[in-house]
T-cell receptor, first 111, second 114 residues
C-alpha cells in the first residue's frame, strides 16, 4: 500500500460548483497535512495546512483531516476558472525533512 | 517575498551530456531539495541538503549528484544524461524551524534529453 493515495482525476466541473478533493494515507505518524496548488508550468505553492485532526477554513477553501480514518479533504466552494490547477496533498511527521506527496488531482473549472 | 529561482526554465540536451541545474533561494533557508515530477508518478525526491556541504539521498538518487557550496545555492548534476531523465525538475527550500514543513518551490526546469 502506498503511503499516500490521491485520485489523479482529471476532474472537470462547472463554475460555481463545490469541489471535493481527497487523499488517504497509511502512516499514522503524519501530523501535518497540507494542500499545494500547482498551476500549469509553475511550481507548487502552499494553499493550506492543518495540524492533526479537524477543519480549517480560508475563504472559499476548507481543509479537513480525519486521522481516525486516515483521510484528508479539500473543499472548494463557488469554484472559479482561476481555481483550475493540479492540487497535491502532502503530509509530514514533523521529525524529518521530507514531505510525502500525493500524485496530484488535475482540476478544471469551466466558465 | 520568498523567492526560489531556477536558472533554466527549459533545456534540451543530448544523451551522454553533463547537465547542471542551478537553484538559488533568498530566504536564508537551511534545507534545500531537488524533486522530479512526471505524469502519473507525481513528485519524487532526488536529493536534499540540510546544510552547506551536507547532502542526503532521496528516493531516486541514481544518475544524479548534487552540490551545496553556499547556503543559498543547490545544484543538481546529471553526470551523463539519459532519455529517461527527461522530466520537470523542481527545486524547493524550507526553514527547519517551520512548524509545518512548508516547502517553497521554484518554477521548475523542464529538461528534454534527446
Amino acid at each position: 500500500q502506498k503511503e499516500v493515495e490521491q485520485d489523479p482525476g482529471p476532474l472537470s466541473v462547472p463554475e460555481g460548483a463545490i469541489v471535493s478533493l481527497n487523499c488517504t494515507y497509511s502512516n499514522s505518524a503524519f501530523q501535518y497535512f497540507m494542500w499545494y496548488r500547482q498551476y500549469s508550468r509553475k511550481g507548487p505553492e502552499l494553499l493550506m495546512y492543518t495540524y492533526s485532526s479537524g477543519n480549517k477554513e480560508d475563504g472559499r477553501f476548507t481543509a479537513q483531516v480525519d486521522k481516525s480514518s486516515k483521510y484528508i479533504s479539500l473543499f472548494i466552494r463557488d469554484s472559479q476558472p482561476s481555481d483550475s490547477a493540479t492540487y497535491l496533498c502532502a503530509m509530514w511527521g514533523g521529525s524529518n525533512y521530507k514531505l510525502t506527496f500525493g500524485k496530484g488531482t488535475l482540476l478544471t473549472v469551466n466558465p | 517575498d520568498v523567492k526560489v529561482t531556477q536558472s533554466s526554465r527549459y533545456l534540451v540536451k543530448r544523451t551522454g551530456e553533463k547537465v547542471f541545474l542551478e537553484c538559488v533561494q533568498d530566504m536564508d533557508h537551511e534545507n534545500m531539495f531537488w524533486y522530479r515530477q512526471d505524469p502519473g508518478l507525481g513528485l519524487r525526491l532526488i536529493y536534499f541538503s540540510y546544510d552547506v556541504k551536507m547532502k542526503e539521498k532521496g528516493d531516486i538518487p541514481e544518475g544524479y549528484s548534487v552540490s551545496r557550496e553556499k547556503k543559498e545555492r543547490f545544484s543538481l548534476i546529471l553526470e551523463s544524461a539519459s532519455t529517461n531523465q527527461t522530466s520537470m525538475y523542481l527545486c524547493a527550500s524550507s526553514f527547519p524551524g517551520s512548524n509545518t514543513g512548508e516547502l517553497f518551490f521554484g518554477e521548475g526546469s523542464r529538461l528534454t534529453v534527446l
